[in-house]
């Protein structure tokens, strides 16, 4: 018999060795006969379903925050810059109020012992939304009493 890491005459040289292929036959007993679980399963199991709403807020609010500031410029050309001194409240302090929501339904989230991917991403865009927004705040804040 042949060394069957040996190239056969129709191999070139290097190329690996080919071996046959049982078709149809049972499968090989390392292979689970389930499926295997996604790689990132906890987004897609069911059951933290506040995890998930308070993602579903942050991302809204943290978009919302985003896109406002791009709007802003456009509306004073349009408008004036009194619409855009009380729009630009309006927006900061909804989007302020509606990320110390998803903060603290993701802080609720995290406590329980379901899956806490999406409570944990929520918490991350809630707080960096809110931290920003108190810091803006603030600076504008000290520029108005000094």
Do not use: K
């Amino acid at each position: 018999m042949s060394d069957p890491h040996q190239p056969s005459p129709g191999q070139p040289y290097g190329a690996p060795p080919q071996y046959p292929t049982s078709a149809g036959g049972p499968p090989h007993p390392l292979t689970p006969p389930y499926p295997t679980s996604p790689m990132y399963a906890g987004l897609t199991e069911p059951g933290n379903p506040l995890g998930r709403i308070a993602l579903l807020i942050a991302v809204i609010t943290a978009g919302i925050g985003s896109l406002s500031g791009l709007i802003y410029p456009f509306l004073i050309t349009r408008g004036g810059y009194g619409i855009v001194s009380v729009l630009s409240s309006v927006v900061a302090l909804v989007v302020l109020i509606a990320g110390a929501v998803a903060l603290v339904l993701g802080i609720i989230a995290l406590r329980r012992p379901e899956p806490r991917l999406a409570a944990a991403i929520a918490v991350g865009i809630a707080g960096a939304t809110v931290v920003a927004h108190l810091g803006g705040w603030a600076v504008n804040l000290t520029y108005t009493l000094l």
